[in-house]
């Protein structure tokens, strides 16, 4: 993009919160059941009934609130936000107007430099979600289910503060990473509990005012969000070098071409005839429930990693992926309780544990492994009472079974061979049989030491003492 233009992009965030039941009534909010199963009088708006707040949904963004440092509105009011379409049956979504629950926060992004922004949070609310249309382009009408209609979304409402689509990446990860902290949504795009909308505009640099502004949807996933708010970058700026004006309008992001549509054009704000809600009258929030929520809250994301940084005294880029997962934070910490040397902790989960979770397509819950097992495990390594490549081997059989590893260890008969005596012959045959590696080694090529002691573990099926068939190995061969 031309350097003469600045870019402008603020996000509008929809988080499914996880409570078992609606925000305004009974009906369950679990995914996949069948279509329409889940619903009432209440979230489909049948004349003569009342909504009632869930109150575990209205903790939760408290609870969010507190973790942007939001104010908190001490009157709370719902409002009818009105508008037609097929998959809201009441035609209308009880929101937030003028009087949001929380306003004035701010989320920090960190650079890859380690900088930090401020990115400011106008307003985050609470809402009823809208059902989901189900389109099939075979036929020429669509579905609809309900079934989402009435689940508690907050809205997470962003400053125009974001000048890159990197930025914007940055500020959805962190965010989402907030969010799953404070365990009020699982954030599963792919079941759309977190969703996004991002509004861009392009101006020349120094220009007070911002430029015409484009909605972007259909984003699904944090790499989509990038993508399209650079590929719109690039289209708003050609079109402004070649003297044409933006047309502010809503596209949809077609992942496939990696192009954004058209979907309609926007040439005035959308009158949605806000009213009070009078079916849920205003009330006030009670400093003890703020205090409550306050006192509830976990240790948060850039808090835990300077902890992380001073107690274990691990590296920036191991703790940055540490906790990226709460679960994985809670794991690590569980398994250095018992095993005392963080830094080879860390390894075994940044390596081999997340080899599985990638392979599995599963987080570390789902690997159903306990911490301890893999405490006990990693001793076993360290003490050399087995291989580092066996103990490859007990993890998976471990995850597999969930058997202690120690009596794996028992059954397979991988006790690491440490007794010189045992691994003699092994020793001289390997000699005997790589004469090529052996004139590598006594010439100089280091190298050809490790294929030697590679053929040492081959022939003991892992189980030889690596350090020890090395030291023979240096010994027999001068």
């Known amino acids: 993009m031309s350097n003469k233009y600045e870019t402008v992009i603020g996000l509008e965030v929809h988080v499914q919160l996880a409570t078992k039941t609606k925000v305004f009534c009974g009906c369950s909010t679990a995914f996949g059941a069948r279509p329409n199963t889940q619903v009432c009088p209440v979230c489909l708006g049948l004349p003569g009934v009342l909504p009632v707040l869930n109150r575990k949904a209205f903790k939760y963004v408290i609870k969010v609130a507190l ?8 009157t709370v009011k719902f409002d009818r936000k009105n508008y037609y379409y097929p998959d809201l049956p009441k035609n209308y979504q009880i929101s937030q107007h003028d009087m949001p629950l929380a306003y004035d926060g701010k989320v920090t992004i960190v650079a890859e430099d380690g900088n930090t922004t401020d990115i400011r949070v106008t307003r985050a609310h609470l809402e009823e979600d809208a059902g989901k249309l189900l389109h099939d382009p075979g036929l020429p ?3 609809v289910d309900l079934n989402r209609t009435g689940t508690p979304l907050l809205e997470i409402v962003s400053e125009p503060d974001i000048r890159t689509p990197e930025e914007a990446h940055r500020y959805l990860v962190t965010l989402k990473q907030i969010i799953k902290y404070l365990e009020v949504s699982d954030c599963n795009m792919e079941e759309g509990s977190l969703r996004c909308d991002a509004n861009i505009s392009l101006r020349e640099k120094g220009a007070p005012g911002f430029g015409s502004k484009v909605e972007i949807k259909n984003l699904n996933s944090f790499k989509a969000v990038r993508d399209a708010l650079a590929f719109e970058e690039e289209r708003q700026a050609g079109l402004l070098d070649d003297g044409e004006k933006i047309v502010q309008e809503t596209r949809l992001w077609d992942e496939k071409k990696n192009v954004t549509v058209s979907m309609r ?8 005839r806000y009213f009070p809600e009078p079916d849920l009258v205003p009330f006030e929030v009670r400093a003890d429930l703020v205090e409550e929520m306050r006192a509830s809250m976990p240790e948060m994301p850039r808090e835990r990693a300077l902890r992380f940084s ?21 794991f690590f910490e569980q398994v250095a309780g018992c095993f005392d040397k963080p830094r080879v902790v860390c ?11 990638n392979e599995r397509g599963t987080d570390i819950r789902g690997l159903n492994l306990k911490p301890g097992d893999l405490a006990k495990l990693i001793k076993m390594v360290d003490d050399e009472f087995i291989s580092g490549i066996s103990g490859k081997d007990v993890l998976e059989a471990c995850i597999e079974t969930g058997k202690d590893p120690a009596a ?6 991988l006790e690491q061979v440490s007794d010189e005596g045992a691994l003699e012959g092994i020793v001289e045959k390997v000699i005997a049989e790589n004469e090529r590696s052996v004139t590598d080694y006594k010439s100089g090529k280091t190298a050809a030491l490790s294929f030697l002691v590679g053929q040492v573990m081959k022939a003991t099926k892992g189980k030889a003492n690596p350090k020890l068939a090395g030291e023979m190995l240096r010994r027999k061969l001068g």
């Not at 973790?67 to 001490?74: E, H, M, N, P, W």
């Open 67 to 74: 973790a942007l440092g939001c104010d908190i509105q001490k």
């Open 310 to 330: 001073r107690q274990y005294k691990l590296g920036e880029k191991d703790v940055e992926v540490l906790i990226s997962e709460k679960d994985i934070a809670d």
């Open 265 to 272: 054009v926007k040439e005035e704000a959308q009158d949605y």
């Open 141 to 143: 009408f669509s579905y």
């Open 408 to 413: 794996i260890v028992r059954k397979k008969g």
């Open 347 to 357: 390894n075994w989960i940044k390596g081999e544990i997340m080899r599985h979770m």
